[in-house]
């Protein structure tokens, strides 16, 4: 048995060479390769990589001509030799044991249809002021993401999931499902894990130790990932005619009701802003008790109107203009 770790990167300067070095360290008892697709970086990225890998022999470096994430996983996954490929980005750090618990996984569950496999994470941020510790504080909270994977911080059992933050797959199952979409720039692994389950394959978030997913850093940033991947959302329920779950739903059936309410009676509008506010508010009191940190606090607090907004204009627009465009392909440019 072969493992291929597969790490997609473009400017990852601030973040590589603790992704790499987590990686190197981890427990591996198989053979096995990785590969790093570098998007033509342009800052000290590849040095620090190559620094940090030499002499490693099984560590190989392959270019990614059209810099996007997801033309490297598609290079990653054609030029692998593992029967199993992981794919780790370089926003993130990985536990000793992170590729023991996903291969083993894989390996003792052959009878099963497995399309892919990950674990719990928990979102921290590099920069270390409180005002950054309450954005990933909002992304792993109920109220900000829904009850999804990036909630399952600790599990005791394994889950089935509409998708996952990376994770394993067997490499038959490219043969089978086919590749990344190269339409989708974002997203394109939750469009990937939708045709697993469509082809009956079951995604599963499995127990283990997290690894460290390092989320954006400023209010501006964390608005456009969110559009970005919202965006997606509504792509997807363009093409696919039914909507992907009805968590994505929420935010963008949310603004829309608002909207109609506000323009029939502005009062029962202004109760719901009330509503929303007070379970803002009592998210960010029961942070402060945890924290004891008024700006941890406040950050958490405005995180949750940035995220549900982004959401929502994202979706919305996904959704329309792939809707209106002749050509499906090129419906994705608003994410880039």
């Known amino acids: 048995m072969m493992l291929s770790i597969i790490i997609p990167t473009y400017n990852e300067e601030n973040y590589i060479v603790d992704t790499v070095s987590s990686i190197i360290n981890a427990i591996i008892p198989w053979d096995y390769e990785i590969l790093l697709i570098d998007g033509n970086s342009t800052d000290n990225t590849l040095n620090l990589v190559k620094k940090l890998t030499n002499g490693i ?112 797959w067997r490499k038959s199952v490219f043969d089978d499902v086919g590749l990344f979409d190269e339409a989708f720039i974002r997203g394109q692994d939750y469009e990937h894990n939708l045709r697993l389950k469509d082809k009956g394959y079951k995604v599963m978030q499995i127990p283990g130790e997290p690894f460290f997913y390092f989320t954006r850093s400023s209010f501006k940033k964390l608005a456009k990932m969110i559009y970005q991947y919202a965006y997606v959302k509504g792509q997807l329920l363009s093409i696919r005619k039914k909507p992907v779950n009805v968590r994505s739903l929420i935010p963008v059936l949310s603004l829309l009701i608002f909207t109609l309410v506000a323009l029939v009676d502005r009062q029962i509008a202004f109760l719901l802003l009330l509503i929303y506010f007070t379970v803002a508010i009592i998210q960010a009191v029961i942070n402060f008790i945890t924290h004891s940190s008024v700006l941890r606090s406040v950050s958490l607090f405005f995180s949750f109107p940035v995220m549900h907004a982004s959401h929502a204009l994202g979706f919305i627009a996904g959704y329309l203009k792939t809707q209106f465009s002749k050509d499906k392909s090129n419906a994705m440019d608003g994410t880039r």
């Open 57 to 168: 022999s099984n560590f190989h470096i392959l270019n990614n001509p059209k810099r996007m994430q997801v033309y490297a996983l598609n290079i990653g996954i054609k030029e692998s030799k593992g029967d199993i490929i992981v794919r780790c980005d370089a926003h993130s750090v990985y536990p000793k044991t992170y590729f023991l618990n996903l291969v083993n996984y894989l390996l003792d569950n052959e009878h099963l249809k497995i399309g892919n496999v990950g674990t719990p994470f928990e979102t921290k941020n590099k920069s270390t002021t409180e005002i950054t510790k309450g954005l990933q504080d909002a992304m792993s909270n109920k109220i900000g993401v829904g009850d999804s994977h990036r909630t399952n911080t600790c599990l005791e059992k394994e889950k089935e999931v509409d998708t996952l933050l990376f994770g394993a």
